[in-house]
């Protein structure tokens, strides 16, 4: 399993993300259908918690260990990048061991005051002995990134949407019948068993490279106490960062079921909103992610490289090609899910009233998609500190929403708040992005013209659904179909209008990466 080069290493997550998003598309309808909108609102509970205790002692390690790994193997000490992995994955697998004692210690705290239910007492119970391992193995999956060798954690995260999706299936019975702290363990463990499938294929990959690099190993041994400084220096500033907004995450996510009683709702209703909300609609919204998540991807390398070398004016239009696709992209989504988001909920949801969560999520589409594109571009521009800075005002504008105007508007103030502040982090970005590169706004191609093709699809959908159901006696085929026309009567206007082109098609795919990087 040699180093691959950037287009290969583009193509294997490109395809793996593709099938995890999809994978796990399916576990999510699986799940919320089989224990619905309230036990989804109290597993979405327990997530946040979980994602804050795991990236406290997770985030930046991966990164330290790539860069620290990546060193050493261009050294051709092979024995020291192993070192560096083995030495950081047990410091962190101490480090969480610790943690989850004194989580169990005070877990009766942990479930009644941070996470608000007690109900969720029997899914931490689940998590927390598994946090360790899956903690220790960022390490492992950051050896392998150093080496450049993407495939063991493409295969890690596709054999871990598939075991857990398994798993659920296997279980379901036994958890059929069972009140709601039930249903929430029933989520929980399927999680924990795709989390496992992740941690052994990692792990076995790795002590299969581990023993054959061994006989190549060269040069002095590195002291752990060195390594241990290295990992921390380079870990620590990323650490804080992540954490800083995973807990501003982490206070809106579990504040949003408390303000909604303020509103007046039973917990019972508060926390099926906040499941609807959470575990249903948001998935439908962003699915389309994948897309634009490959692209800010690729763009990271292109502009880095570009802007390294002076070549602004290919770093331009490079971007203004990727907000363009991604505009026309996100108006294209958007539009599809406010002319078929209500059917689309019935479909996958049924009985669970999901239609206008979805409706009225589909605003957040474009600017949503726009956010991910320029935090690429500014990655690459090596502008993180902005980003981080514009990622806390978005978060304290939202935090803002909950706790005010929940209570007075309910879940509408909340989904607001997201169209609102996706639109205030994608100016912010793009504010800095042009004052950066000196690039110009090209305000027809980006925004005018993706919104008279998005206002026709959106008028043009009622007429192709009628004659589509009209035709077509089976509902669901019928939907694919009038989604199909519709975006490709979206896509022949924006081809008559000028604005997407062949080579912006092109540029979203893997094989073209390398082509455009030498602009």
Same mark, same amino acid.
Do not use: H, W
């Given at each position: 399993m040699g180093k691959m080069?950037?287009?290969?290493?583009?193509?294997?997550?490109?395809?793996?993300?593709?099938?995890?998003?999809s994978i796990g598309f399916i576990y999510r309808i699986y799940i919320a259908?089989?224990?619905?909108?309230?036990?989804?609102?109290?597993?979405?509970?327990? /997530?946040?918690?979980?994602? /804050?205790? /795991?990236l406290g002692l997770t985030a930046g390690v991966g990164i330290a260990v790539a860069r620290l790994v990546a060193e050493e193997t261009a050294r051709g000490n092979h024995k020291n990048a192993n070192r560096i992995a083995l030495v950081s994955g047990a410091a962190i697998f101490t480090a969480a061991a610790v943690v989850v004692v004194v989580l169990y210690i005070n877990l009766d705290f942990v479930v009644n005051v941070l996470i608000g239910d007690i109900r969720t007492k029997s899914a931490m119970l689940w998590i927390l002995p598994a946090i360790p391992f899956i903690a220790a193995i960022t390490a492992l999956k950051g050896y392998f990134y150093g080496k450049q060798e993407v495939m063991p954690n493409a295969v890690s995260q596709v054999a871990?949407?598939?075991?857990? /999706?398994?798993?659920?299936?296997?279980?379901?019975?036994?958890?059929?019948?069972?009140?709601?702290?039930?249903?929430?363990?029933?989520?929980?463990?399927?999680?924990?068993?795709?989390e496992i499938a992740n941690v052994l294929v990692v792990y076995l990959v790795f002590q299969f490279r581990k023993t054959r690099r061994t006989a190549n190993a060269s040069g002095q041994l590195l002291r752990k106490r060195d390594i241990g400084r290295s990992v921390v220096q380079i870990s620590l500033p990323i650490t804080a960062n992540r954490l800083i907004l995973s807990l501003l995450g982490t206070v809106e996510f579990l504040w949003i079921p408390q303000r909604l009683a303020l509103y007046g709702l039973t917990n019972a209703e508060a926390l099926a909103e906040y499941g609807k909300l959470t575990g249903m609609a948001?998935?439908?919204?962003?699915?389309?992610s994948m897309l634009t998540a490959a692209l800010a991807t690729a763009l990271v390398p292109a502009i880095a490289e570009a802007a390294a070398l002076k070549r602004m004016n290919g770093a331009n239009r490079q971007i203004s090609r990727?907000?363009?696709v991604t505009l026309v992209l996100g108006f294209l989504f958007t539009s599809l899910f406010i002319a078929f988001g209500r059917d689309i909920a019935d479909l996958i949801y049924p009985r669970q009233n999901v239609g206008q969560m979805i409706f009225l999520l589909s605003f957040t589409g474009a600017f949503f998609h726009l956010q991910q594109t320029l935090l690429g571009v500014l990655n690459g521009l090596g502008k993180e500190k902005d980003t981080l800075k514009h990622s806390m005002i978005t978060s304290v504008l939202r935090l803002g929403f909950v706790w005010f105007g929940i209570p007075v508007f309910g879940m509408n103030a909340y989904i607001i708040s997201l169209v609102a502040t996706n639109l205030v982090g994608s100016m912010l970005n793009l504010r800095t992005t042009i004052k950066t590169t000196g690039m110009s706004i090209e305000l027809g191609d980006w925004l005018l013209k993706p919104l008279i093709a998005a206002i026709s699809g959106v008028i043009s959908a009622p007429v192709i659904k009628m004659l589509a159901e009209a035709a077509i006696p089976q509902p669901t085929v019928a939907l694919l179909v009038s989604g199909a026309a519709t975006g490709g009567l979206m896509t022949i206007i924006l081809f008559l209008l000028g604005v997407f082109e062949l080579k912006d098609i092109l540029q979203?795919?893997?094989?073209?990466i390398e082509k455009d990087r030498k602009l």
């Open positions: 080069n950037l287009k290969q290493n583009t193509i294997i997550l490109t395809i793996a993300g593709f099938i995890v998003k259908n089989s224990i619905g909108a309230e036990g989804m609102g109290l597993y979405q509970l327990v /997530l946040p918690v979980y994602n /804050l205790v /795991l871990e949407q598939i075991a857990k /999706l398994i798993a659920v299936f296997a279980i379901a019975d036994l958890f059929a019948q069972g009140d709601m702290e039930r249903k929430c363990l029933f989520a929980a463990i399927g999680m924990i068993i795709g948001a998935p439908v919204i962003t699915f389309p990727s907000i363009r979203m795919l893997p094989l073209k």
